[in-house]
């Protein structure tokens, strides 16, 4: 082997030479090539202030870090946790299927919060009467009572955009809001 390869071989790669030494935040001219690359079609780019669907979810992450944090210092639980709790507690007796449906989360992420919740005592699983193959979800007296204090605890979660809105917008904005979901199609159903 002759040293010119063995010295090729062992120089560090951050110790080659620089192609452009234009700038030393950008050495290889990445910010010029990509800031010139035009968007397909001639589109202009979304205003993100602007666009609704972005605000939305801006809104909606906000309101879940807010809450996350409230029940994890509150009871120790963490969001998927407490949305499951809260779904058996506006109904008792729902499936796993059925808390699946109403809430923002797919079946494992609702299983692994379920089994969390069945371990901690927070909630118990009985056997259908009409079908042993499906179980319903209730609160033990453990469970109700973490309910009870995190529904007290999460209700300030939306006091600041209550403020901003008197009841009858509140309403109005729900109705709304429930209106857009419904119209936006499930991923699952594109083609």
């Given at each position: 082997m002759s040293s010119t390869k063995s010295q090729s071989r062992r120089q560090p790669a951050g110790d080659l030479p620089l192609p452009d030494a234009r700038s030393t935040a950008d050495p290889l001219g990445v910010e010029e090539s990509v800031a010139?690359?035009?968007?397909?079609?001639?589109?202009?780019?979304?205003?993100?202030?602007?666009?609704?669907?972005?605000?939305?979810?801006?809104?909606?992450?906000?309101?879940?870090?807010?809450?996350?944090?409230?029940?994890?210092?509150?009871?120790g639980l963490n969001l998927?946790?407490?949305?499951?709790?809260?779904?058996?507690?506006e109904a008792p007796g729902r499936t796993a299927?059925?808390?699946?449906?109403?809430?923002p989360?797919?079946?494992?992420?609702?299983?692994?919060?379920?089994?969390?919740?069945?371990e901690?005592?927070?909630?118990?699983?009985?056997?259908?009467q009409a079908d042993g193959r499906v179980s319903h979800l209730y609160l033990t007296t453990k469970g109700k009572g973490v309910?009870?204090?995190?529904?007290?605890?999460?209700?300030?979660?939306?006091?600041?955009?209550?403020?901003?809105?008197?009841?009858?917008?509140?309403?109005?904005?729900?109705?709304?809001?429930k209106r857009l979901a419904n119209s936006i199609p499930e991923a699952d159903r594109l083609g």
């Open positions: 010139s690359l035009p968007l397909d079609s001639g589109l202009e780019a979304i205003r993100l202030n602007d666009y609704w669907p972005y605000q939305v979810t801006v809104l909606a992450d906000r309101i879940a870090r807010l809450t996350s944090a409230i029940v994890k210092r509150e009871a998927s946790q407490w949305r499951v709790l809260a779904a058996i507690a299927v059925e808390v699946v449906n109403v809430t989360m797919d079946k494992g992420i609702v299983s692994r919060a379920t089994k969390a919740l069945l901690a005592g927070l909630v118990v699983r009985r056997a259908s309910y009870a204090h995190l529904r007290q605890a999460v209700e300030a979660v939306p006091l600041a955009g209550n403020r901003m809105m008197d009841a009858g917008e509140q309403g109005a904005f729900c109705s709304l809001v």
